[in-house]
């Protein structure tokens, strides 16, 4: 069974090139700082998608987040 957080380290390991033990781990850590950093409301959310608790089957994709993801943080625009 695939979760958000393996989609997202295999990602990883598929643009970066590293192994997906070490993807697994960087995942960890970015969500662990966006969470640290988000307003509560916000990392509850996170924490619920990360779960799976939430449906994305409303067309966004995991490329579509990570760009959003990349707006938030002051990513290109």
Known sequence: MSTI??????L????VG???DKSLQAVDVV???LK???PPTF??????IIAGNVDLSDGIGLDDAA???GGLLGGKK
Not at 12 to 15: A, E, G, I, N, S
Not at 43 to 48: E, H, N, S, T, Y
């Open 5 to 10: 957080k393996t989609e997202i380290a295999g």
């Open 12 to 15: 990883v390991t598929k643009k």
């Open 18 to 20: 590293i192994p997906n």
């Open 31 to 33: 969500l662990n700082f």
């Open 36 to 38: 640290q950093k988000l």
């Open 43 to 48: 990392a509850g959310q996170l924490d619920a």
């Open 67 to 69: 760009g959003l993801l």
